[in-house]
């Protein structure tokens, strides 16, 4: 089992910045990618960026390519999502994920999820 545990959200203006955090624990060895997930209210889980193992590859959802960063520390299993020129569209709750796939981008092939944490952008 793996758990996972969001940090770092709250509330922003439009043009701010933020940075999401996610420790992860438990047996984490067979974890090759973390992925972050959001969901708007009356809307369906969307993928926002994914990163490998080593840090070596990454993929984002194409509306935050260029103001979002997803980086991984190994050393304290924990995974950043750093979100800038934050905008009301960013408004969602942020999931982090765990799966044993490559930089996947469905909801349905991640196995770990965490709690969530809300980032609401005002304008």
């Known amino acids: 089992q793996v758990a996972l545990v969001e940090s770092g959200g709250g509330l922003v203006q439009a043009g701010g910045s933020l940075r999401l955090s996610c420790a992860a624990s438990g047996r984490t060895g067979n974890i090759y990618t973390m992925g972050w997930f959001r969901q708007a209210p009356g809307k369906e889980r969307e993928f926002v960026a994914a990163?490998?193992?080593?840090?070596?590859?990454?993929r984002y959802e194409d509306s935050v390519k260029g103001r979002f960063t997803i980086s991984r520390d190994n050393a304290e299993n924990t995974v950043y999502l750093e979100m800038n020129s934050l905008k009301d569209e960013d408004t969602a709750v942020y999931y982090c994920?765990?799966?044993?796939?490559?930089?996947?981008?469905?909801?349905?092939?991640?196995?770990?999820w965490g709690q969530g944490t809300q980032v609401t952008v005002s304008s």
């Open positions: 994920a765990a799966t044993r796939g490559i930089l996947i981008t469905m909801s349905t092939q991640y196995t770990y």
């Open positions: 990163i490998t193992r080593s840090g070596g590859a990454t």
